[in-house]
């Protein structure tokens, strides 16, 4: 719900960035069959784009666009070339290409605001409000709306003006802030209304829906919906009626009404498709799979399953994410440039007209002359300085593509350390089973020939002691021989390539285990070390759809640190303090819930907030890549949509709790 608030706030601008042109299509058109200038052409390109695109013409309204931003470079028409620029931005980032649009709007703002495209700049700040809204970089998404807020009041853009309120509104329900958005979203309403402003009514109508939808209200949320779904602003406009479809089908699922989730659900699913918005499909066929596995409808679940991957594959590739970043982290560094160079020629600049200033005392002709050899020097080191600037960025670009491959192969490292201290753990581990196996196998061969003995002298009541004592071994040879074959597959398990099946699994046996290799391995390379190791497991803990090579490595991470933080508290804390690591396991509110506790050294407040940062570690030189942590936030919250939360008082405790959803 949350990544569907900000598509709808661009949507909103492009609407209204379309609203303010659309009747403007018709007189170019006629304007350009009149004058046959290639700037009216260029206008009118752009200008039909908009209206193509809106009308779900999408093909249409990008060729358009490109048409039209490559007449304007042509033709050298700047004006026209940014407002393209701007238009395919908005499409680009529509359709779900972050670092498309993103990339475009880098470029474009600053040639609008040179340019004084006011229009052109709102649209840019709000095009970037919606990706750092999407990327959750709430503060930066906020910065932007701003920014296009203030843009709208400053030129008094009276329609872009009530979008930039309801987008602000947006971004506080993606944040949970009721009130906020609640006071934005009202403010958009009564200007509206007081500027008659009908087109843009139906925003704050779904917003007051949205608002009463996350205060349990349900009903109330329907009929506001419903409202929105009949105003004029959304007639024949799919993205919005998708929406409103999807929204009412939320609702009734809150309200346990399968059937009318599933109706809602098709109808959203119907508009997403006409309108080929990524995140709507995604979201509409996410509540079909949802209630299709409720009524046991595994075939049409599937099926929906398959079309929830493939769009948000669309949305969210890995690829795309880390353009996005070396997009950001290029725009920055371009910012430093551009303000190093200013002010190394504004401090250039005093200089010589303190020289000037001083100058006209003694002799004016003197002063002339010194002062236009000192400008020539001036430029020879402004372009001394500029190649030096060039120089630098290029061994920016080669550091940081090498620190890319360096992470890499961190990760691998991490996930190889893992293996390796399974691996101890595991040796230690499966002697216990192996010992039991031998010694009960040389007591059964004493006991076979003791039998023999018997039967040769006769004795059979003896012959039947010995026989229910050989098979009261072979039983535990049996246990102990099942015993190690299960740490061997565990092993096997996790050391395997993980193809991201998930099985059901029972997290009680899983956590047991690792817990105990965990330990062992430790010790295997310390053997002074000694902890309490304490469980308290549900007996009743339902089980679970997990990628258990997954949930092994998280579970793996989280004992490590415990024993870490108690051993490297024994050393300093005495001989009174005794190390004790515990794990728990129960079943609340839908979800599985594991905590694992230690009574360590604790997390210091100043970097509870950095340890599931890549690459952040607390441990000395050489004892830490600084990944267990955040590979483990990444596959219990990007991998299995839980939780994972960290309780700590530093020297004290360090308490870590996973909440995973029950299938």
Same mark, same amino acid.
């Given at each position: 719900?949350?990544?569907?608030? *900000?598509?709808?706030?661009?949507?909103?601008?492009?609407?209204?960035?379309?609203?303010?042109?659309?009747?403007?299509?018709?007189?170019?058109?006629?304007?350009?069959?009149?004058?046959?200038?290639?700037?009216?052409?260029?206008?009118?390109?752009?200008?039909?784009?908009?209206?193509?695109?809106?009308?779900?013409?999408?093909?249409?309204?990008?060729?358009?666009?490109?048409?039209?931003?490559?007449?304007?470079?042509?033709?050298?028409?700047?004006?026209?070339?940014?407002?393209?620029?701007?238009?395919? @931005?908005?499409?680009?980032?529509?359709?779900?290409?972050?670092?498309?649009?993103?990339?475009?709007?880098?470029?474009?703002?600053?040639? @609008?605001?040179?340019?004084?495209?006011?229009?052109?700049?709102?649209?840019?700040?709000?095009?970037?409000?919606?990706?750092?809204?999407?990327?959750?970089?709430?503060?930066?998404?906020?910065? /932007?709306?701003?920014?296009?807020?203030?843009?709208?009041?400053?030129?008094?853009?009276?329609?872009?003006?009530?979008?930039?309120?309801?987008?602000?509104?947006?971004?506080?329900?993606?944040?949970?802030?009721?009130?906020?958005?609640?006071?934005? /979203?009202?403010?958009?309403?009564?200007?509206?209304?007081?500027?008659?402003?009908?087109?843009?009514?139906?925003?704050?109508?779904?917003?007051?829906?949205?608002?009463?939808?996350?205060?349990?209200?349900?009903?109330?949320?329907?009929?506001?919906?419903?409202?929105?779904?009949?105003?004029?602003?959304?007639?024949?406009?799919?993205?919005?009626?998708? !929406?409103?479809?999807?929204?009412? @089908?939320?609702?009734?699922?809150? #309200?346990?009404?399968?059937?009318?989730?599933?109706?809602?659900?098709?109808?959203?699913?119907?508009?997403?498709?006409?309108?080929?918005?990524?995140?709507?499909?995604?979201?509409?066929?996410?509540?079909?799979?949802?209630?299709?596995?409720?009524?046991?409808?595994?075939?049409?679940?599937?099926?929906?399953?398959?079309?929830?991957? +493939? +769009?948000?594959?669309?949305?969210?590739?890995?690829?795309?994410?880390?353009?996005?970043?070396?997009?950001?982290?290029?725009?920055?560094?371009?910012?430093?440039?551009?303000?190093?160079?200013?002010?190394?020629?504004?401090?250039?600049?005093?200089?010589?007209?303190?020289?000037?200033?001083?100058? *006209?005392? *003694?002799?004016?002709?003197?002063?002339?002359?010194?002062?236009?050899?000192?400008?020539?020097?001036?430029?020879?080191?402004?372009?001394?300085?500029?190649?030096?600037?060039?120089?630098?960025?290029?061994?920016?670009?080669? @550091?940081?593509?090498?620190?890319?491959?360096?992470?890499?192969?961190?990760?691998?490292?991490?996930?190889?350390?893992?293996?390796?201290?399974?691996?101890?753990?595991?040796?230690?581990?499966?002697?216990?089973?192996?010992?039991?196996?031998?010694?009960?196998?040389? *007591?059964?061969?004493?006991?076979?020939?003791?039998?023999?003995?018997?039967?040769?002298?006769?004795?059979?009541?003896?012959?039947?002691?010995?026989?229910?004592?050989?098979?009261?071994?072979?039983?535990?040879?049996?246990?102990?021989?099942?015993?190690?074959?299960?740490?061997?597959?565990?092993?096997?398990?996790?050391?395997?390539?993980?193809?991201?099946?998930?099985?059901?699994?029972?997290?009680?046996?899983?956590?047991?285990?690792?817990?105990?290799?965990?330990?062992?391995?430790?010790? +295997?390379?310390?053997?002074?070390?000694?902890?309490?190791?304490?469980?308290?497991?549900?007996?009743?803990?339902?089980?679970?759809?997990?990628?258990?090579?997954?949930?092994?490595?998280?579970? #793996?991470?989280?004992?490590?640190? +415990?024993?870490?933080?108690?051993?490297?508290?024994?050393?300093?804390?005495?001989?009174?303090?005794?190390?004790?690591?515990?794990?728990?396991?129960?079943?609340?509110?839908?979800?599985?819930?594991?905590?694992?506790?230690?009574?360590?050294?604790?997390?210091?407040?100043?970097?509870?907030?950095?340890?599931?940062?890549?690459?952040?570690?607390?441990?000395?030189?050489?004892?830490?890549?600084?990944?267990?942590?955040?590979?483990?936030?990444?596959?219990?919250?990007?991998?299995?949509?839980?939780?994972?939360?960290?309780?700590?008082?530093?020297?004290?405790?360090? !308490?870590?709790?996973?909440?995973?959803?029950?299938?």
């Amino acid at each position: 719900m949350k990544k569907l608030l *900000v598509f709808t706030a661009l949507f909103m601008a492009c609407c209204s960035f379309a609203l303010a042109q659309k009747s403007d299509v018709d007189s170019l058109r006629k304007a350009w069959q009149k004058n046959k200038q290639d700037t009216t052409l260029v206008m009118l390109l752009m200008t039909k784009s908009t209206s193509d695109y809106l009308t779900t013409n999408v093909d249409s309204g990008m060729i358009c666009a490109r048409q039209g931003l490559a007449l304007a470079r042509k033709i050298n028409f700047k004006k026209g070339e940014v407002r393209c620029k701007a238009a395919i @931005a908005t499409f680009l980032n529509i359709s779900g290409d972050l670092p498309g649009s993103l990339k475009i709007t880098f470029e474009a703002l600053p040639e @609008a605001v040179n340019l004084k495209e006011e229009r052109v700049v709102a649209s840019c700040y709000n095009t970037r409000g919606l990706t750092y809204s999407t990327l959750k970089d709430h503060k930066k998404s906020l910065d /932007n709306y701003y920014a296009f807020l203030h843009v709208t009041e400053q030129y008094h853009y009276t329609n872009l003006y009530t979008v930039a309120l309801n987008n602000i509104a947006r971004q506080y329900l993606d944040m949970n802030r009721l009130d906020s958005a609640a006071w934005f /979203n009202q403010k958009a309403y009564d200007v509206s209304i007081q500027k008659h402003l009908k087109k843009n009514i139906g925003y704050p109508i779904r917003n007051f829906g949205i608002i009463r939808f996350k205060k349990g209200d349900m009903p109330g949320a329907i009929g506001y919906f419903r409202r929105s779904l009949a105003d004029s602003s959304t007639h024949g406009n799919h993205y919005l009626q998708s !929406e409103d479809f999807r929204r009412i @089908a939320e609702a009734y699922q809150k #309200l346990n009404k399968t059937d009318s989730v599933i109706d809602y659900a098709q109808k959203a699913f119907g508009e997403a498709k006409l309108d080929r918005n990524p995140d709507q499909v995604q979201r509409a066929t996410t509540l079909l799979t949802d209630e299709y596995k409720q009524k046991g409808d595994f075939k049409n679940a599937f099926y929906y399953q398959q079309l929830t991957q +493939a +769009a948000k594959d669309s949305l969210f590739s890995e690829q795309k994410t880390l353009q996005v970043q070396n997009l950001a982290y290029n725009e920055e560094q371009r910012k430093q440039e551009v303000q190093a160079a200013e002010i190394a020629y504004q401090n250039r600049v005093r200089f010589y007209v303190m020289l000037g200033v001083i100058g *006209v005392f *003694v002799l004016i002709a003197i002063i002339l002359l010194y002062a236009n050899s000192q400008r020539k020097k001036a430029n020879h080191l402004l372009h001394e300085q500029k190649e030096e600037i060039e120089a630098q960025r290029d061994n920016l670009e080669k @550091a940081y593509s090498d620190l890319q491959v360096t992470q890499t192969q961190l990760v691998q490292s991490e996930k190889m350390a893992s293996l390796g201290e399974l691996t101890a753990g595991i040796a230690h581990e499966i002697q216990n089973p192996l010992n039991f196996v031998n010694n009960f196998s040389e *007591v059964n061969t004493e006991l076979l020939e003791e039998m023999q003995q018997e039967i040769s002298n006769g004795n059979l009541d003896e012959v039947k002691e010995i026989a229910d004592s050989i098979k009261e071994n072979q039983l535990k040879i049996s246990q102990h021989g099942k015993r190690a074959d299960f740490i061997v597959k565990g092993m096997l398990q996790h050391s395997r390539t993980n193809t991201g099946e998930k099985q059901e699994t029972n997290l009680n046996i899983l956590a047991d285990e690792f817990f105990k290799l965990s330990y062992h391995g430790l010790r +295997a390379k310390d053997k002074s070390f000694n902890a309490e190791m304490t469980t308290n497991f549900d007996s009743q803990l339902p089980h679970i759809n997990v990628v258990q090579q997954d949930i092994g490595r998280v579970l #793996l991470n989280l004992f490590n640190n +415990a024993f870490y933080a108690v051993n490297q508290k024994s050393k300093t804390a005495g001989k009174d303090y005794k190390p004790e690591v515990s794990i728990s396991t129960t079943a609340k509110n839908g979800e599985v819930i594991i905590k694992v506790k230690d009574n360590g050294v604790g997390i210091p407040d100043h970097v509870k907030e950095k340890i599931m940062q890549p690459f952040f570690t607390t441990k000395p030189t050489g004892e830490g890549t600084g990944l267990g942590l955040s590979l483990t936030y990444d596959m219990v919250v990007k991998g299995h949509n839980g939780k994972i939360d960290v309780s700590t008082k530093e020297g004290e405790f360090a !308490e870590f709790t996973v909440s995973l959803p029950i299938n």
